[in-house]
């Protein structure tokens, strides 16, 4: 082999190649090799046959090779092959060679022509090999066959993708000689993942199925579509000699015959055959070892220090130790606490950023679903009439009793809302936070079950303490309260007048809102930036606020809820005018649009605080009584309603703010903060109680399963750098023949010179043939006219001119035919 010291390096790269392919990470490392690529019927099957002597592989017609088989041929005294998956057999009849291919295809991909990217491990050991590793893979098809699916191209594809693209990975590219070589699958694959033509072997077969009278000469001299690494010729046995049982010793022979006395192609006779492609291969595959064993070496390091902490867990596992167990439970009820208690606080770095979760969506929940509720249901009573069987007094404290009544609903609602929220967590503790615990299902479940129960079992006497506070407030009217407003300021309806203008100023809410109801013909729905006072709601053009389109009063204006359509995705409600006028210029309502509904009840919420109430189902009518009911009264009357109004009015403020204050501190005391000290001091107790410890730490068969797989991994990769640690580096390599014109591999060009000049020129006149490349500089040579080629008068003239940086300079050949 002319590099002694480095023969042992395929065999090397072998163990490597078996130690990952036995825990399925073969394809996952980019190890050394070369791949075998081309169209069916290529001859691929039929050349690394030639490598063994042996007739061993499947053959037939449309897809015989359908799983890669990566071949390991070794120089050994006697001859016998191995599969890694039948390890310590040995097989001497490569006839149970061929069957043991074809049954282990089909028991993965099925009998009917299916195809699958796992591969098949074969070593032939035989005295007639150089150490070589190749993988055969599929040839490239069109047209799928039996139950093949119809993108079974595309299949085909994405498996020797698997294996192409991979730097490390030479390209055995095997085209016919008996058809267009522009057309080659395998020079096409090559151009698109080596377009520099670094990794590329060309292999011409079929050279004596050549119509009478033409020739490959021009691709095996490496002047039509150039190859770095230049192109080999070789020829196999045809069908019939196939089919005749023609020894394969014998075909050498004739294939040897061929090359020496085909007039075409002796000159070239040294270069060319089987033999010579299997010592070139043998040459560039380890020279090709020792150029990339630095940068594997790195990334194997790389990949067992990422493994190596877990790994360090697993190396004394046991799986029935029952201090083990012990230790596990402490450490997954510690951490489940810890979870739980970051994702109420917010803090942590499980926190999900696209939503809001739990204590984000609890204290929304406290501060702005609560009180919407809570003063959706408190507003209108302006139906109320006063007549002379109830004094004042009875009036308000009637009215003020049974709006009271009415908070018991939305309190009661606003727990159920926690509860939800508490259990979504949990759920999100248990199966999202901890890793480790996803190791242990049945005790993710109990513990998830136990959890979930006691806050079940908090919530009757969460919600016992709520009517309690209603009940509480329904007791005892505190008409002496500091805030409230008192009979004799009741009457004084301008006091409230000016302190609404005083608050009419401060914003409420600002963002963006969509006017939903704008007709097509006047511009369509439109995004407006909103602004929200006690007094008005504005509209700019956008966020800067300094183009003003609309101001509309709030006074008079009533909420309700409209259904989208089903062309829109967001959610829509209308403001509306109690006195049946036009809200926005001539539309009766405005109807306003957001993207979810939680920004629905964000805007719902701040209405309410400007004073503009949702519509009630009676609210038409009522008001309307109402409003005509006191034009007819007189105008004491009126007034005592309207002290009564005021009174009410303040008296539910006081309240309202005392139950928003009062219930968020309920429920985090008897429901949250009760259900952390829970988690941190019974649940250990009641995992316990449960049942059978065994059975409750009996770890997932995924776990298990990952566990034996990194360690095989770790000891895989422990093995492959100790391997590559014995290996000298100091050898003698081959450097790698010089550049070529690779214009035509490169995606995008259609051939030509790379930095100009005339490119290939073809003349033809009085029967000969005149084929030159002037000055391609950025080709071969530095300039000098290149390549010439001259037929005339039934002789062949071949030269190459004063290439300054080529082969040589002025080497000349000629044949006289």
Same mark, same amino acid.
């Given at each position: ?8 390096? =395929? ?13 399925? #990470?073969?394809?996952?490392?980019? *190890? ?32 015989? %090779?359908?799983?890669?088989?990566? *071949? ?38 099925? #009998? ?34 039996? &139950? ?65 009278? %033409? ?32 020894? =394969? ?41 020792? @150029? ?59 926190? @999900? ?33 006063? %007549?002379?069987?109830?004094?004042? &007094?009875?009036?308000?404290? %009637? ?6 009544? +009415? ?28 890793? +480790? ?47 409230? =407003? ?117 805007? +719902? ?30 105008? #004491? *009357? ?20 005392? =139950?928003? &204050?009062?219930?968020? +501190? ?36 995924? #776990? ?114």
């Amino acid at each position: 082999m002319g590099n002694r010291g480095m023969e042992d390096l =395929i065999p090397l790269v072998n163990k490597m190649q078996d130690a990952f392919s036995a825990i399925g #990470q073969n394809s996952q490392l980019d *190890l050394p090799q070369i791949a075998v690529v081309g169209g069916q019927s290529a001859g691929k099957s039929s050349v690394l046959e030639n490598f063994v002597g042996k007739d061993f592989l499947p053959r037939g017609s449309g897809i015989v %090779t359908r799983r890669p088989l990566v *071949l390991q041929l070794i120089n050994c005294p006697t001859e016998y092959a191995e599969f890694l998956h039948c390890k310590g057999k040995k097989f001497t009849d490569f006839d149970e060679v061929r069957g043991e291919i074809e049954a282990e295809t089909d028991r993965i991909t099925g #009998q009917n022509k299916g195809i699958s990217p796992v591969p098949i491990n074969l070593r032939v050991y035989s005295p007639h090999v150089l150490n070589l590793t190749l993988v055969d893979l599929p040839g490239m098809t069109k047209v799928p066959v039996g &139950d093949q699916p119809a993108d079974i191209e595309q299949q085909i594809r994405d498996m020797l993708y698997q294996f192409v693209t991979k730097d490390n990975c030479l390209l055995l590219a095997v085209s016919p000689a008996n058809s267009d070589l522009a057309n080659s699958d395998a020079l096409k694959i090559a151009k698109e993942v080596d377009p520099q033509g670094q990794r590329t072997i060309g292999v011409i077969t079929k050279l004596d199925l050549m119509d009478e009278g %033409t020739d490959a000469r021009e691709i095996l001299e490496n002047k039509l579509l150039p190859l770095r690494r230049g192109y080999i010729g070789v020829v196999n046995r045809s069908q019939k000699d196939i089919d005749g049982k023609k020894d =394969i010793t014998a075909a050498m022979a004739a294939e040897r015959k061929f090359f020496l006395t085909h007039p075409g192609y002796r000159h070239l006779a040294e270069r060319m055959g089987t033999p010579y492609l299997q010592k070139t291969l043998n040459q560039q595959l380890t020279n090709h070892i020792r @150029d990339t064993l630095p940068g594997l070496r790195a990334k194997l390091q790389s990949q067992l220090l990422s493994i190596e902490k877990e790994v360090e867990e697993y190396k004394n596992f046991r799986p029935d130790d029952p201090s083990r167990k012990t230790k596990a439970l402490l450490q997954m009820v510690q951490q489940f606490s810890v979870d739980f208690e970051k994702r109420i606080e917010g803090s942590g770095d499980q926190i @999900d950023t696209a939503e809001l979760s739990g204590g984000a969506r609890i204290n929304r929940i406290f501060h702005e679903r609560f009180p919407f509720e809570l003063v959706k249901v408190c507003v209108p009573y302006r139906t109320v009439c006063v %007549t002379g069987l109830f004094t004042p &007094d009875m009036a308000f404290e %009637t009215i003020v009793k049974r709006q009271i009544g +009415k908070i018991k609903e939305p309190c009661q609602k606003c727990v159920d809302m926690v509860i939800s929220e508490l259990v979504n967590t949990v759920r999100q503790c248990t199966q999202k936070c901890s890793d +480790k615990l996803a190791q242990y299902p049945m005790l993710r479940e109990e513990m998830e079950k136990i959890v979930t129960q006691h806050i079940r079992d908090r919530e009757s006497r969460t919600k016992d303490q709520v009517m309690l506070l209603i009940d509480i407030e329904l007791a005892y009217m505190n008409t002496n309260h500091e805030d409230f =407003i008192g009979f004799a300021n009741a009457q004084q309806r301008s006091s409230q007048v000016a302190q609404k203008k005083q608050t009419g100023s401060k914003v409420i809410r600002k963002g963006w809102l969509t006017i939903n109801n704008i007709g097509i013909m006047k511009g369509g729905a439109k995004e407006y930036w909103f602004v929200l006072t006690a007094e008005s709601l504005s509209w700019y053009k956008d966020d800067e606020e300094k183009e003003k389109k609309y101001m509309l009063q709030v006074d008079n204006l009533r909420l309700r809820d409209v259904e989208k359509s089903f062309m829109s995705s967001k959610q829509i409600f209308a403001l509306f005018n109690t006195e049946q006028r036009n809200v926005y210029k001539d539309y009766r309502q405005l109807e306003l649009a957001c993207e979810s509904q939680e920004e629905i009840d964000g805007w +719902k919420a701040s209405f309410l605080r400007a004073g503009v109430y949702p519509e009630r189902s009676d609210s038409g009518d009522g008001e309307n009584g109402s409003d005509n009911l006191m034009h007819s009264m007189d105008p #004491q *009357l009126e007034r005592q309603v309207e002290t009564i109004r005021n009174l009410v009015d303040s008296y539910m403020a006081i309240v309202n703010k005392t =139950i928003r &204050d009062l219930m968020p +501190k309920t429920i985090m005391y008897l429901m949250i903060n009760n259900t952390k000290e829970f988690i941190n001091a019974e649940l250990l107790a009641n995992l316990y109680h449960s049942g059978d410890q065994n059975s409750l730490m009996e770890e997932s068969q995924e #776990q298990a399963h990952h566990r034996d797989e990194m360690l095989r991994m770790y000891h895989a990769l422990k093995e492959a750098l100790n391997i590559i640690g014995d290996i000298s580096t100091t050898t003698i390599t081959t450097a790698m023949p010089p550049p070529v014109d690779d214009s035509w591999l490169r995606p995008g060009r259609a051939g030509g010179s790379e930095n100009g000049g005339e490119g290939w020129k073809e003349v033809n006149c009085s029967g000969g043939r005149y084929c030159t490349n002037e000055g391609r500089a950025g080709g071969w040579g530095n300039g000098g006219e290149g390549w010439k080629e001259v037929n005339c008068s039934g002789g062949r003239y071949c030269t190459n001119e004063g290439r300054a940086g080529g082969w040589g300079n002025g080497i000349i050949i000629k044949n006289a035919i």
